[in-house]
């Protein structure tokens, strides 16, 4: 699976939108791309995943560049509860999900 | 946590005596995986099963054994403890070999002395 880069910590406005990007140059055609968080050392949770196209849910949006090198998850309107790490993790389909853990990205919500 | 459960969810014991972490989930998935999650790390798959009493070993297999005897529980064995296994345990499970998503236990958090 392909490696991920992403910043170690962000800060954002509660209300405001939270842009968490995250780089993956190495991703192969058939490697989704996931997201998930996890809350104060509760087990991670899951976000969402896109393969291309922009996908969106209640939870947030995803936006991956045309050449799928890098994406953005959006969380449009933060609040405190959103305060976790974020995890990217890029995989493909074959056989079990063995998830690759970078160090995420630590982001805060500000009141 | 979709129906996942670990026990115990705290334990503390003592070098070199063995301990068995359980995983228990109701919802009938098929791939069931153990991790280990180390202060400022992510997690790092230790063990992971595709089926019953089929396993296979992740990325720090090293001095822990798995056995899934039935669908729903599948147990992390230590032998025997080292202070360098004490962590935060979780499982997780999901269904398909597709996209779906990966659903997380609550934890368990070990110390070895």
């Known amino acids: 699976d392909a490696k991920t880069t992403q910043p170690p910590s962000m800060d954002c406005a509660e209300g405001r939108a939270a842009n968490l990007p995250c780089n993956h140059s190495?991703?192969?055609?058939?490697?989704?791309v996931y997201w998930y968080r996890q809350i104060h050392s509760q087990g991670p949770q899951y976000i969402i995943h896109?393969?291309?196209n922009n996908e969106t849910n209640e939870m947030a949006s995803l936006i991956i560049t045309e050449d799928r090198k890098s994406s953005t998850l959006i969380l449009p309107h933060a609040t405190l509860r959103d305060t976790a790490v974020y995890y990217c993790?890029?995989?493909?389909?074959?056989?079990?999900?063995?998830?690759?853990f970078g160090q995420g990205t630590r982001l805060t919500i500000n009141p | 946590d979709a129906g996942i459960t670990q026990s115990p969810r705290h334990k503390v014991t003592e070098t070199g005596t063995p301990v068995t972490l359980r995983c228990h989930q109701t919802?009938?998935?098929?791939?069931m995986y153990w991790y280990r999650q180390d202060p400022g790390h992510g997690l790092r798959l230790i063990h992971y099963?595709?089926?019953?009493?089929?396993?296979d070993k992740g990325e720090v297999s090293d001095g822990y054994s798995v056995s899934r005897s039935k669908t729903e529980d599948f147990l992390l064995t230590l032998e025997s403890a080292t202070s360098s296994q004490t962590s935060v345990y979780f499982c997780?499970?999901?269904?398909?070999?597709?996209?779906?998503?990966?659903?997380f236990g609550p934890g368990t958090r070990l110390t070895v002395l």
């Open positions: 993790i890029v995989r493909g389909l074959q056989g079990a999900q063995k998830l690759v």
């Open positions: 190495t991703i192969s055609g058939n490697e989704y």
């Open positions: 896109g393969l291309k």
């Open positions: 919802e009938n998935h098929r791939y």
């Open positions: 099963s595709y089926g019953v009493k089929d396993t």
């Open positions: 997780a499970a999901h269904s398909s070999g597709g996209v779906d998503e990966q659903f």
